[in-house]
């Protein structure tokens, strides 16, 4: 298990992580959520000892990663992606990391079969895809046979067969009862693979939650109602007990509601509807609310605005256009 104790970093005036306590469960995968910059990589890199915290503590079985005596035999990690000698062929980078831990050497052949890199294992790493970049990373975390897994976002740039692939492998390796320990800044990504969840923000911890949690907090439905004769539908909805709200587009919504009962309510009081359709808010919009303070670069609201309009994109430049007319 990993175990996170008041872990805080900080570089200069920033502070990367602030007093982060939480636990990684075992047998379960463990997304750990964040907008960019919300310290999930320095997070990371404090639990290998890759960095040294200000204050706090963080343990792998009690123990911190710098006393583990052959870590690879306990924790797995990918972080980057391409952090291989690019002159290095697939079979020699894993046989040198597999001698510094005394792992076998049989266990080499595994993992590379594992990846699905057996046919490249004498390419240099140079000539790799970033498919094939990660699935070498993956192969290095596997090596040991580490009850602990950690991947710092294995799923960035990947195609549709590779994110697959990694899903599967972080479920499998969950099923098998290791603790799977993933990072990303994309909610919906997460909704297909964590069994929990850790979000933090700016640093701080802002949920440790169950997803089934998360998603029942979450996930609001609603059924959106458009009509002509809006005085008679609300009369309609508050006379059966129903709380109508005002929706987008002079549409109406019932929190909760049931299609079918609306629509036999409106049909009995004579209504004729435009639109009655279910809505479901989803679980990234949920995410960017939780985390809508702590976003470190924002865009200055919404969709990006042409030049010209009241959207700050910098004025230095109009500054300098009139200094340059005068
Ligand atoms: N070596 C460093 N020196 C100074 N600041 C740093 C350093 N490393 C990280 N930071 C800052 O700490 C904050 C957290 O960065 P970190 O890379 O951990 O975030 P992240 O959640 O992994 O983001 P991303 O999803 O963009 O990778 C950022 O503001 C970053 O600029």
Known sequence: MIELHQLTKRYGEKTAVQDLTFQVPQGVVTGFLGPNGAGKSTTMRMILDLDRPSSGRVTIDGKRYGQLQEPLKYIGALLEA?????????????????QSNRIPKQRVDRVLELVGLASVAKKRARGFSLGMGQRLGIASALLGDPEILMFDEPVNGLDPEGILWIRNLMKGLA????????????????????????VIGRGRLLADLS????????????????TPHVEQLLDALRGAGLQPQSGPDGTWEIEDGDPAFLGDLAA??????????????????????????????????????????????GEGWQHRQQRREN
């Open 82 to 98: 391409k952090a291989v000698h690019p002159g290095r062929t697939a079979y020699d980078h894993l046989l040198w990391l597999a």
């Open 268 to 313: 009995r009081h004579g209504v004729t509807l435009h639109e009655l359709s279910p809505q479901q808010a989803s679980l990234e919009e949920a995410f960017m609310q939780m985390t809508a303070d702590s976003v470190e670069y924002q865009t200055g609201g919404g969709a990006p605005q042409p030049p010209g309009t009241d959207i700050a994109w």
């Open 175 to 198: 099923a098998e009862g290791r603790t799977v320990f993933v990072s990303s800044h994309l909610m919906s990504e997460m909704a297909l693979t964590a069994d929990h969840l850790v």
């Open 211 to 226: 997803m089934a949690e998360f998603i029942k907090q979450n996930s609001r439905s609603a059924v959106r109602i458009r």
